[in-house]
């Protein structure tokens, strides 16, 4: 269990840490992304402490949120990096993580995404395919390596969550099927320049019942033994990530000690270590997005709508997963008034709250959208024209900006006509 509130009213004012959010605003600018220094820091200990009972490396899911300081606190703790492009590499290598400590997914890594990988070192890429071995094989021979590969099983098992966000199921394009495991590793047995280091799974994101997990590593287990039995040396078993946060109060997340009390007996008997990927998990709580009610309007059926300056643009999940954020007014208010909160996109779907019990603030003032940690900066855009926000970390009374808000120079400085 996290122990800290970190977003909390000092007076009537939300703060971050010692910092209060209005100052930032002030200072940035809106819409903007507050993160948590001492936040990212107790998430990061919280899942440790759950598995310190397994020989066990924590590789960060980089795709949750990119930014280089982001990378950089975990890396400092002693956590690697979990990769899906050569971007995210790229970003990992800038933020001063060790190749080694790095590990590289993905169902569609171009060639010239393997090679960069190969060059610089990464502890293992994880491979989704009898094609991908083949590149893989062809890229290493011509650099003269041998690479360390793990293979992904699609362990088709269908977790409960949004239906965009389940990835070992049958259905879905990850992975290779368990039922072509024997022949991948016949495969295996005559790639001259691919070493089999790793199994590799993960079935998900924001995955309550622990069950799932259970029955896949279940799976994974039996291919381990497999895998064995055809002469392989497993060095790691890759859970992958998916652990769930809380962004409802109503709907609280399972504790991560649940998951660690009924995957560490089943992993540590192997005496392999095991690699988990975490990405939500690790930011979500740890970001607020910041914005200003622009207007606020009622339509003649009496309903009531807050314009804030923060869209869809900034902040895609409730459209794409019609995924619930907290909203709180920076200053506090006692009353409530049952309103949407929506963006200036100019899409139906541009909204973070529909038919919401919302503080009663007034135009100008702040709200601040809760747990906006992850799968959130990442997925931004420049749709309708619009500007990337600024981030910055708290750290205590510290105050960094990590991301410049972007110019209209830099919207257009690829274009030529
Ligand atoms: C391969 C892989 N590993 C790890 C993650 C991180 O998942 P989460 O953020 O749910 O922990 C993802 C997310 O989709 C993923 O695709």
């Known amino acids: 269990m996290l122990d800290s509130k970190i977003f909390q009213y000092t007076g009537t004012t939300l703060s971050c840490d010692n910092v209060h959010l209005d100052r930032l605003a002030d200072t940035f600018g809106t819409p903007l992304f507050v993160t948590s220094r001492k936040s990212l820091v107790e998430s990061y200990m919280a899942f440790e402490r759950a598995f310190e009972a397994l020989p066990h490396f924590s590789c960060y899911s980089v795709k949750a949120n990119f930014n280089l300081s982001v990378i950089k606190t975990f890396s400092e703790l002693g956590c690697g990096c979990d990769v899906n492009s050569g971007g995210e590499l790229y970003r990992a290598l800038q933020a001063g993580v060790s190749p080694d400590r790095i590990i590289f997914a993905g169902v569609g890594k171009k060639p010239e995404e393997i090679a960069y990988a190969l060059e610089r070192g990464v ?3 994880k491979a989704e395919s009898f094609s991908e071995l083949k590149a893989i094989d062809r890229i290493a021979g011509g650099q003269g390596k041998k690479a360390s590969v793990a293979i992904r099983i699609n362990p088709n098992v269908t977790a409960e969550t949004h239906p965009y966000i389940t990835t070992g199921d ?20 005559n790639l001259q320049n691919v070493k089999l280091v790793g199994l590799d799974m993960h079935i998900g994101s924001q995955i309550f019942d622990t069950e799932y997990y259970v029955a896949a590593t279940t799976k994974l287990l039996t291919i ?77 059926t009496g309903k009531e709508f807050f314009v804030v300056d ?17 909203i709180q007014s920076v200053t506090r208010h006692e009353s409530t008034i049952i309103a949407d909160v929506v963006g200036p996109v100019c899409e139906s779907s ?26 959130a900066a990442v997925m931004g855009s420049n749709y309708n024209g619009r500007l990337r926000p600024a981030e910055v970390l708290v750290d205590g009374s510290e105050v960094t900006l990590v991301r410049k808000r972007e110019t209209y120079e830099q919207l257009v400085q690829n274009e030529r006509f």
């Open 123 to 125: 502890l293992m890429l």
């Open 170 to 189: 049958s259905k879905e394009k990850f992975g290779i099927d368990e039922a072509e495991l024997p022949e991948v590793f016949d495969f295996l047995g």
């Open 224 to 300: 381990l033994n497999a895998a064995k039995a055809h002469g392989f040396t497993i060095e790691f078993l890759d859970i992958g990530g998916g652990f769930p946060v809380t962004y409802d109060p109503l709907k609280p997340a399972t504790p991560i000690e649940q998951f660690a009390e009924k995957l560490i007996p089943m992993l540590l008997p192997t005496g392999i270590k095991v690699i988990f990927e975490p990405g939500r998990y690790l930011v979500a709580n740890a970001s607020v997005l910041l914005t200003r009610i622009l207007y606020r309007k009622r339509n003649h």
């Open 310 to 326: 923060a869209g869809m643009t900034e902040l895609i999940r409730p459209a794409l997963y019609q995924s619930h954020h907290e």
């Open 350 to 375: 541009d909204f973070f709250a529909r038919h919401r019990a919302i503080p009663d603030a007034e135009e100008g003032e702040l709200l601040a959208v809760m747990s906006s940690g992850a799968y």
